[in-house]
């Protein structure tokens, strides 16, 4: 069966576009409602803590049905449906609840629809940076689009945007057929035994690491800059600026990918995290520093993604693939990304950006220790994809 290109695509297309719409404005909207950054980084931080139970379960789900595509369909309904209540609710524990509802949805589908993707592929790992690229152009659409939005209309414009692109999200997954491995080897490894080797801890601590320090970007960036007085759309352009960067490393991840060694990536894209995370904590008041910084976003979220979900994809084999995005999704973004969030919001008055920055180069620091003396050093990682 040939691989749809385009309905795979498409997924990621509208995924990353609603993706795109919600984490650069979306705390700039609660705080013009009145939200303080204690209350903004809690909210986020219930957001990506449902990634801890959320993929799991329905990963669990979509295993033993082994139907992937309705629990992908049915997640994205209920993500679109329950975002809607945004509209017509006031007040911190209704933003709360209705948090927690969305997103337990909404954090569901990516990570099986990454395994759907390696099913698609087969032998053809490589090919995957060429179809999330396209997560990565909706993305850029998006905020680029509700940045102009939101400069000429009232913020309400805002959560009426995402919510059609989360629809639109679930239509597109209509059309993609369900995948699954042809069969699986009766001796493969049992899920108990993966977990249980050090390189695998190792990997999961070190994409938690890298969430804890991504969170306050992806919290308070827009806040930063506001604070600086850069206007929405310039704001939305210096993140559009990070992911054009990320999608041309994409366009040439095949290439990179027969040259260097999963590991050497990693490490790359991790030593670079920590130069971006300085540059943004002590030169905010610089736009051309901050440009450079945001094109290290290719290294910092778009080389160590691609590296990350390859590392899955080999660790835990076709049996388990489904199990392995969803704890990738869960150990790393959800409870990396909880922490993170909770870290920021917590800090962010009381100690200044300049600080939260900074820590979260401290912590890339011991990620890439983690990385070089756990992960690959076997080299079995090494070629896997040449």
């Known amino acids: ?13 509208f995924y990353f576009a609603a993706l795109g719409a919600f984490m650069p404005y979306w705390s700039l909207y609660l705080k013009d409602i009145g939200f303080n950054t204690v209350q903004i980084g809690e909210l986020f931080a219930l957001l990506v803590g449902t990634k801890i139970i959320a993929p799991n379960l329905w990963g669990w789900i979509a295993d033993h049905t082994q139907k992937s595509m309705p629990v992908i369909r049915i997640t994205s309904f209920f993500a679109a449906l329950l975002f809607t209540a945004f509209l017509f609710v006031q007040g911190y524990w209704w933003f ?24 698609h592929l087969k032998a053809e790992p490589h090919r995957y940076s060429q179809i999330r690229l396209w997560g990565s152009i909706g993305f850029i659409v998006a905020v680029l689009g509700v940045g102009a939005i939101i400069d000429d209309l009232p913020l309400i414009a805002l959560p009426i945007s995402i919510g059609v692109l989360l629809a639109l999200t679930g239509f597109t997954a209509l059309i993609v057929p369900e995948a699954r491995a042809i069969s699986y080897d009766l001796q493969t490894t049992g899920i108990l035994q993966i977990l249980k080797k050090p390189e695998v801890i190792a990997f999961f601590t070190v994409g938690m690491l890298l969430q804890i320090a991504h969170s306050p970007y992806y919290v308070f960036y827009s806040i930063y800059l506001n604070q600086y007085h850069y206007s929405a759309t310039l704001t939305g352009s210096l993140w559009a600026i990070a992911v054009i960067a990320e999608i041309v490393l994409f ?33 905010a008041d610089n736009p051309g520093l901050l440009i450079l910084a945001q094109l290290l976003h290719a290294a910092t979220f778009g080389g160590a993604h691609v590296a990350a979900i390859h590392l899955v994809h080999l660790y835990f084999g076709h049996r388990h693939q489904g199990k392995g995005q969803a704890l990738y999704g869960s150990l790393c973004y959800g409870l990396g990304g909880m922490l993170g969030s909770f870290y920021a919001g917590y800090y962010w008055d009381s100690t200044g950006p300049v600080f939260v920055y900074s820590v979260g180069a401290i912590v890339c620091v011991i990620a890439w220790f983690i990385t070089y003396f756990w992960i690959g050093r076997d080299n079995a990682v090494g070629t896997a994809l040449g």
């Open 251 to 283: 366009l040439y991840m095949r290439r990179i990918l027969a040259r260097f060694s999963l590991r050497a990536i990693f490490l790359t894209s991790i030593a670079l995290a920590v130069i971006r995370w300085l540059m943004i904590a002590w030169c």
């Open 1 to 13: 069966m040939s691989i749809p290109y385009w309905r795979l695509s498409g997924f990621y297309f």
């Open 96 to 119: 709360m609840l209705i948090t927690a509802s969305f997103s337990f949805f909404w954090n569901a589908s990516l990570p099986q629809f990454e395994a759907i993707t390696f099913f």
